[in-house]
């Protein structure tokens, strides 16, 4: 069974741009969950979408969104990028909403000049 | 809110024992998983406790004490390749549904 795929791998992008960032779930699941992780810090949970619907999102201003696709492939954007949001992009998915086991990607290196 | 608690980092020998604790604060709480992720990798994840006690995965073991919203990640015959960071995470439901919280990481230098 494949398992997470996230694209790009590596972004660099210039303060003020957008972003969209794409993750690939593991067959068969409907969760997918995203995280911001920056050095030292754990993962701060951005949103999760289930069916296609946002189940919950964390304390990130409105220029972070997402979406999720018929397919359960999600993607997630951030507009008016600025330097702070230099970080790795983590998605992970599951069967279930809010589910104990969720299968990470290898995440999107974002780093903002 | 939530939040979880657990030490920044802890260094142990080759073969001997480790425990990383982790104490956490939520509600609507059904249960606490843990994860690795070495260097450059993604999180993997290791184990969930939704009952008080211990479960055990080979060398690894969790315990969760709900009373005392306290549990702990126990790794035995530590090897090299364990050195890593390791997270735990609280699983919740009610209105905080689909919502993960995740501790800041413990980061485990296994030394020769």
């Known amino acids: 069974k494949a398992g997470v795929t996230q694209t790009p791998r590596y972004l660099i992008k210039t303060r003020g741009q957008q972003v969209t960032l794409s993750c690939s779930p593991i067959s068969g699941h409907r969760s997918v969950s995203w995280y911001q992780q920056t050095p030292g810090q754990g993962l701060q949970f951005l949103f999760e979408?289930?069916?296609?619907?946002?189940?919950n999102k964390g304390n990130f201003p409105g220029r972070f969104s997402g979406r999720q696709f018929s397919n359960s492939r999600s993607e997630m954007n951030v507009s008016t990028l600025e330097l702070g949001d230099s970080a790795l992009y983590l998605c992970?998915?599951?069967?279930?909403?809010?589910?104990?086991?969720?299968?990470f990607g290898p995440g999107t290196r974002l780093t903002v000049t | 809110g939530q939040s979880l608690e657990q030490p920044s980092e802890v260094t142990a020998v080759e073969g001997a024992i480790v425990q990383i604790n982790c104490t956490y604060q939520t509600s609507g709480f059904y249960g606490l998983s843990w994860y690795q992720q070495h260097d450059g990798g993604a999180p993997t994840f290791l184990s969930y406790?939704?009952?008080?006690g211990l479960e055990e995965t080979g060398r690894f073991s969790s315990f969760l004490s709900r009373s005392d919203s306290y549990g702990y990640l126990l790794l035995q015959e530590l090897q090299m390749k364990d050195s890593a960071s390791y997270f735990c995470a609280v699983r919740v439901g009610g209105t905080n549904a689909g919502k993960s919280t995740f501790g800041d990481g413990t980061t485990l230098t296994v030394k020769p």
């Open positions: 979408y289930f069916s296609e619907t946002q189940r």
């Open positions: 992970a998915s599951s069967l279930y909403s809010s589910d104990y086991e969720q299968y």
């Open positions: 406790n939704a009952l008080d």
